[in-house]
Structures are given as structure tokens and as C-alpha cells.
């Protein structure tokens, strides 16, 4: 499944560094190297491949928006 939008991480455990940096409106590069560092996306290796957990970026998106609204 392609995570395209907020409600898509309720249905995946985990969605690539590419579809969570979309999410956060960050390029390509930029967010391979925030998951390399591990700053924003909380990472899991398999293998090779590096894949963001689901969850807790929908939990750090909510937070943002919630923080911006009772601003």
C-alpha cells in the first residue's frame, strides 16, 4: 500500500523514507538523511532497506497539528 496521505500510516506498520518524507513536505535527500541520523522518523533496518515506523510519525504529525492549532 502507498502511504500518500496522514490517514494512510493508521493502516501500516511502516511506509518508506521517501512516502514519510512527503508526508512532512521534506525532498528525497532530506529525509534519507533525517532517518539516517534519526531525528525525526524512528527507523527500522531490514536488511539493506530502510523503512519508517508507522505509528509514530502519525503521532508526531498529530502532535504538530495540534500544537498549530492551539497556538
Known amino acids: 500500500m502507498r502511504v500518500e496521505k496522514l490517514e494512510d500510516l493508521q493502516r501500516v ?5 521517501e512516502e514519510a ?3 512532512v513536505g521534506l525532498s528525497r535527500t532530506k529525509a534519507y538523511e533525517l532517518a539516517k541520523v ?15 515506523k508507522a505509528r509514530p510519525l502519525f ?3 498529530m502532535g ?4 498549530e492549532v492551539a497556538s
Open 38 to 52: 534519526g531525528e525525526v522518523f524512528e527507523v527500522v533496518k531490514i536488511g539493506k532497506r530502510v523503512r519508517v
Open 64 to 67: 504538530t497539528a495540534l500544537n
Open 13 to 17: 506498520a511502516t511506509c518508506s523514507v
Open 21 to 23: 518524507g512527503n508526508l
Open 59 to 61: 503521532n508526531y504529525l
